[in-house]
């Protein structure tokens, strides 16, 4: 079982930055491929970034590439989501999420989800 706590949203302007944070319990974090999603207002939850258990692979929805970067402290049982240059298209709750399989977490099917942290950004 794995428990997920997200941290660190917040309201910024169109151009600013926030990081979020994603603090897991539990002893094995480092086998799991983690995540981040969100979920805008009147549409579906849609995957953001992603990273392997050993953070060798990264990937990114187009949208974010080149602004957004995820990383992850094994040490600590965290993961992070760095949001630059941040668009008012960026508004929505940020889900972290962890599954043993990349390829699954990925497809947006992870085991394991977190309770979400609000971004809003403004124009």
């Known amino acids: 079982q794995v428990q997920l706590v997200e941290s660190g949203g917040g309201s910024v302007q169109a151009g600013g930055s926030l990081r979020l944070s994603c603090a897991a319990s539990?002893?094995?974090?480092?086998?799991?491929?983690m995540g981040w999603f969100r979920q805008a207002p009147g549409k579906g939850r849609e995957f953001a970034a992603g990273?392997?258990?050993?953070?060798?692979?990264?990937s990114y929805q187009n949208s974010v590439k080149g602004r957004f970067t995820i990383s992850r402290d094994n040490a600590k049982g965290t993961v992070y989501l760095q949001m630059n240059n941040l668009e008012p298209e960026d508004t929505a709750v940020y889900y972290c999420?962890?599954?043993?399989?990349?390829?699954?977490?990925?497809?947006?099917?992870?085991?394991?989800w977190g309770q979400g942290t609000q971004v809003t950004v403004s124009s």
């Open positions: 539990g002893r094995t974090f480092s086998i799991y491929a």
């Open positions: 990273i392997s258990s050993l953070g060798f692979t990264r």
């Open positions: 999420a962890a599954d043993l399989d990349f390829d699954q977490l990925e497809a947006g099917s992870p085991r394991y």
